[in-house]
């Protein structure tokens, strides 16, 4: 402001005109680049939705697919191996967003065919972490096109991530934030706010329109905030911290598993497709294919589900993509969280659908370290009354699930029990 | 992981049932705090709800309390000159957050006395500020008390920002982000989460219990999203940050031409006291006294309001506000918001009632640069149906608002055009 003071008004014009031009084009610049974005990621995200809906719904038809998962999963690893030797899936997308590093362009067709392949013989995987490779390799390719400097590509990245994310869930608000929120926990990338917004809501729109449903699910009882349900939902979603770490433990160390007795990547995939295909011929379900969409659906909506569901569900998960296999551990994560919390409810006497909610958000906060995106996403996916009881679950879920996380890249910057700066790297 | 292996199981076990109780103290500990906090923050916000209530019922029914505004001025004045030499205001709360500065516990009665007197004479000021200081010294004299680390007190006067704002509003989820957002933008002091929503929570709890009737309004007409309704919404959310930078000018520039008119204070809020009330007489409207809650309600519930009372609101917010007189600007920037986004809604031709909301959310982001928080506030007051529209004017006011704020003490950590660190304190 003193400065102002000295400057003659002529000069003063000069500057806030100018300024005013370059802030208004930078906005335009990225609204319309957000259009675009939100377009072109959108409409790949939503053939991957078709893609995965009819592969599942034909392995639904026809179960003997599912024996064709260690088939399967040499094509994976061959494809890999032949096209995609410096991929390093979601994590590599969330280190883009951060440094210099680079998605091959590759990326995108490698994990659309593999994420379809695995879909298809019924491993257990997600898509939320195939979406966001993908997006996030078709924004950096684009950006490489339009020669978008280094600072901009980061923020197209971002937005790529978010229009994928969106238009598979039909959630705008939760996959705007999440790009925004998930590369380091506690710094939010409010530059890409706008443009992120943008592309979601317009690539949720674009799927919305050619069929793809948001998901979206019924609580059906929801109690009272009192002190007796405020404190057993706090109960439960300690559980649900507890198994987000457990979850992230049982990940890594499948990992460890499989590099000290399958040094060779194909015997490995092998194995690991004999093991889920083993287990769910002991367990008698097809329960745990695919992404676990429908437990979610039976959780939430129902508050019914099998008691060690949760368990069958993270070890699976584990053993199918650790082998090898192409997905993401985003949507196992909700399943998790929705059975668990269910089972939680069951026991402790408190609305079994609506713990389930909890839990899903839960769980996906303690394995992502990442809260305002686990409270929108409840809010998408499940309405807005239960309000109080997501806010006590996730909060508490992020105090109690310690520095473990999905993707060893995301570092979290402040501590979660000291008001200090850590910048620590989430263990997996 | 690799120093793991090189640990003894019992080693290994020591140092993992360690780090279980330590945090689970931490946790145990937040908790308990949170909750002391929420009731005794929450219990004075109730009061200070109570009387704003009263002194505001009896200026109505006695509209002549409004010609005492000289004096309730001079006695503002007397009590900060002779308790409160240094106090900063909302800002020092929030700069308590981040440094080693204390708000002196004077300052909890001190605008808790001023904003009642202020409000009793009908000045254009709000009080969610005033909640904020009241609720901050009262967890920074707790804090004192219980001898907490200086990590820890920065953690508890977040809590008691968060409580009291809660209280008075009925808006915890809103309440506890804005905390962690407000104070550096761009980062998300994290670690205050779980302790800020649990303090909000009961503090809204309690508040409701005594009768405090949370803000809600009721959005009457949200059209679908279309390519022309999310235009013209971002056209008004553009109109919106251009109001919330010219009414951040109008804050500043009126103080310095009291500063320059009125070196005295007790000359200057005699002058800024007759300045409102002739230009009030002039209007012949008791609409801009108070927060401008009511104009909020007309705005949004019905569509309808006065061409320039958006103008009006920010002008005699600015005089009433920087001549010495208490409460905050942050429900009077809702009322601008609010009557601004209804006439540009009734100009443009879309819902003036959706507008009115848009535009509250939209101008309260504009001057705090909380772009989650504003999200959060508009489902909170105006529930979930018009979330897109709320996304579109949030993200485009944050990114089109420049870098004026009302608190000078905020930072603003990244770029809002560039994805890099500026760490830049706002301009008012």
Known sequence: ME???????????????????????????????????????????????????????????????????????????????????????????????????????????????????????????????AAIQLGGSIANLLGRWIHLDEEDRHVIVMCGMSAAFSALFGTPMAAAVFSLEVVSVGVMYYTALMPCMIASLIASHFAAGMGVTPEAFHVVNIPALSLETGLKMGVVALGCAVISIVFCIILNETARFYGRFFSNKYARVVAGAVLVIFITLILGTTDYMGAGAELIEKAVETGDTDYMAFFWKMLLTALTMKAGFRGGEIVPSFCVGATFGCMAGQLIGLSPSLCAACGMAAVFCGVTNCPITSILIAFEMFGFKGVSFYLIAVSISYAASGYYGLYKDQTIVYSKYKAKYINKHTKM
């Open 3 to 129: 400065k102002d003071n000295r400057q003659t008004p002529e000069e003063k014009f000069r500057y806030y005109s100018g300024a005013i031009r370059r802030d208004m084009g930078n906005l335009l610049k990225w609204l319309l680049l957000a259009v675009v974005v939100g377009c072109i990621a959108g409409a790949f995200s939503t053939l991957f939705s078709f893609v995965l809906k009819a592969v599942t719904g034909y392995r639904k038809a026809h179960l003997w697919t599912f024996f064709l998962l260690p088939l399967f999963g040499l094509c994976i690893v061959f494809l890999y191996e032949k096209f995609g030797k410096d991929d390093g899936g979601t994590n590599q997308v969330l280190s883009t967003v951060r440094s210099q590093d680079d998605v091959p362009w590759r990326s995108g067709p490698l994990i659309f065919i593999s994420t379809a392949l695995t879909h298809l013989a019924g491993g257990s995987a997600g898509r939320e972490g």
